[in-house]
């Protein structure tokens, strides 16, 4: 095996990348979940040491549970990353089904547009969308940062998408159309599952962003019973006083279910595509 | 009676004209080949003829309907593709029910009929199995096996061939060759491959550039080409044009003549060439020659022989077998 293509000094460089970088990504994720399990003096006295006997407290997550409503937010967190999830990826695929398969006029174009909100922050359009949600009165809604958090994903969704929707067989789908399959039946049961890794991919791409947003919850849903977990754990921050225990123990409660859905869709990612169909 | 007949068809994609009007007819029974080189229209033509793919002018009519506004599941037709195109999720039973199962077919009429093509191709073994557990040639099999399922009107072909390798190549022409004979269907294929055309087709429909150059018999074809084009296309090696003024014809611009009908000898003959290659193949033997006046040509004599590299002989062209053409490249008769 050391023979032609690896040389150790080459793969001992390339391993002390990837683990410096490991290090440098996981970091602040260890000092968030070391520090939620001790106590207050010890997190400032000690930040980066682990919890001892001593210095071990359970205090953040008995203030967490006892004070907030966070189961609520935790409900409010998974409903709206899910169903945001669910619509980008299922408009998202479709419109990339469309724009790949389909020769109609202003495909190009319509393609580009759909793109264009990779490149512009869908924050610059706060201000509109706040009066957009007060005229219809969606303001303290779920519905609210269901809507923003779809268009957010919509644009990234259908560019990836799209891209790989080529990359199907022309020749399964022409034989879906000549056994008289409806083209929703072409897209659903032939189409998706041969794109299973790219929508895992969206998916982790799509989510994460909208768990950990904490924007458009503040501007557009800040009412108690709206709360998502990010929104929930700054109650905590306060002008003068940080319960510190308190936010750390709610920050690590929230990588939990993210982590979770994370590990479902790489699952998916790894598992990799029905083979078989063609070639 | 007409199975399919073709008026007129053009397409065009944007401003390319694709194919420039094309009008055939094929019979019932008849099997049917379209061959040219690749970019030719021949694949157009068929996805044209399954409505895959709309014709821009033209008619298109199938067992006498027109059918140019048809879905392709409701025209009678069913199509065996290039890359098998199984439905990966379902099993090779699912694969040959599926397209009766949407036309709303009894369930024991599905049984029996997917009984009878899996017996047909032998199919029997593997009915459960899915298409990632086939290998290539069982996964066409399975193809052609859910197009004999419909019964169709119409078989089409799209290059079915093509990712199969050689040996498995024979067998499943052999295998496609007896399923028309037992089937008496109407079949249209579509290869680049002139010798599955030549060994299939009751009638080849030789393409270039979007036009019909030519549509005969394989014999036809072989014995009298209309142009230098088909002339080349079929028959292999390819048949060798010379300068008609070099051989001595004023008539014709060039002369066409098969490298199996050149006799070669090592002492007598009307030209002397020199020669540049030899390709032994056991049952026959390919000569590259080059003479001054004429240029390169090829030489195609059966059996064993052996002439050195840079040797010279002498060659004798079948004057009876010579195709001429005019400057046009049509052929002169």
């Keep these: 095996m050391t023979a032609a293509r690896s040389s150790l000094a080459r793969s001992v460089a390339a391993h002390a990348i990837l683990i410096a970088y490991t290090l440098i990504a996981l970091f602040p994720v260890f000092v968030i979940v070391v520090n939620a399990f001790k ?33 609520l937010y935790f409900q409010n967190s ?20 469309a724009l790949s398969e389909y020769r109609f006029r202003g495909n190009t174009l319509m393609g580009l547009y759909l793109a264009l909100g990779i490149m512009i922050p869908i924050r610059l359009g706060t201000v509109a969308i706040l009066q957009i949600m007060v005229a219809s009165g969606l303001v303290n809604t779920l519905t609210a940062l269901i809507l923003v958090y779809t268009a957010q994903g919509l644009p990234l969704a259908i560019f990836i998408l799209s891209e790989f929707m080529r990359s199907v067989s022309d020749d399964l789908k022409n034989a879906g159309r000549v056994d008289g399959l409806s083209e929703y039946r072409i897209f659903f049961t032939l189409v998706l599952p041969l794109v299973r890794p790219a929508l895992a991919t969206v998916a982790v791409f799509t989510m994460i962003p909208i768990w950990n947003d904490l924007w458009f919850p503040l501007i557009l849903a800040p009412a108690e019973s709206t709360k998502t977990v990010t929104l929930g754990a700054q109650m905590f ?10 936010v750390l123990a709610a920050l690590t409660l929230a990588i939990v279910p993210v982590l979770v859905l994370y590990l479902i869709f790489s699952r998916q990612l790894i598992r990799g595509i029905t083979s078989g169909a063609v070639k | ?62 067992a006498g309907e027109t059918v140019n506004a048809t879905p392709p599941a409701k025209r009678g037709i069913a199509m065996v593709f290039q890359s098998y195109a199984l439905y990966p999720h379902l099993t090779v039973k699912g694969n040959m029910s599926l397209a009766m199962k949407q036309e709303g077919a009894a369930k024991a009429e599905i049984e029996e009929r997917v009984g009878t093509a899996s017996r047909m191709l032998g199919l029997e073994p593997l009915l459960e199995r899915r298409p990632a557990e086939l290998s290539g040639g069982q996964r066409q099999r399975v193809a052609i096996g859910r197009a004999v399922v419909r ?25 496609i060759a007896r399923l028309h004979r037992e089937l008496a269907a109407t079949m249209v294929y579509v290869t680049h491959d002139q010798v599955e055309a030549m060994t299939l087709a009751d009638k080849i429909v030789v393409m270039n550039a979007g036009r019909i150059e030519q549509v005969g018999s394989p014999m036809e074809l072989y014995n009298r080409p209309a142009n230098t084009f088909v002339a080349g296309f079929i028959g292999s090696p390819q048949m060798n044009f010379l300068d008609a003024a070099a051989l001595g014809d004023t008539t014709a611009k060039t ?38 006046t004429v240029g390169p040509f090829t030489a195609r004599l059966f059996g064993e022989h052996y002439f050195a590299p840079d040797s010279r002989v002498h060659v004798s062209f079948d004057r009876t077998k010579q195709h001429r053409f005019d400057t046009e490249g049509q052929a002169i008769r």
């Design chain 1, 39 to 71: 106590a207050r003096r010890d997190i400032f006295n000690t930040p980066l040491a682990l919890p001892t006997p001593e210095s071990f407290s359970l205090v953040g997550f008995e203030t967490v549970t006892s004070q907030g409503n966070f189961l």
């Design chain 1, 78 to 97: 998974l409903i709206v990353t899910v169903v945001a999830l669910a619509c980008v990826l299922l408009f998202g695929a479709m419109a990339a089904f």
């Design chain 1, 237 to 246: 921050i306060g002008q003068f006083v940080t319960n510190w225990n308190a």
């Design chain 2, 1 to 62: 009676m007409t199975a399919l007949e073709l008026s007129g068809i053009k397409k065009t994609f944007g401003s390319t004209d694709v194919l420039h009007g094309i009008d055939l007819t094929v019979e019932e029974g008849e099997f049917v080949i379209f061959v040219g080189p690749s970019g030719c229209g021949k694949s157009t033509l068929l996805r044209i003829i399954a409505g895959l793919e709309d014709a821009s002018e033209g008619t298109v009519r199938i």
């Design chain 2, 151 to 175: 019964k169709p009107k119409l078989f089409l072909f799209d290059e079915p061939l093509s990712n199969l390798d050689a040996a498995l190549r024979v067998n499943t022409r052999l295998e």
């Design chain 2, 255 to 292: 002369i066409g003549i098969r490298p199996e009908h050149i006799a070669v000898s090592a002492e007598v003959g009307d030209l002397a060439c020199e020669v540049t290659h030899i390709e032994q193949l056991g049952a026959d033997t390919n000569l590259y020659l080059r003479n001054e």
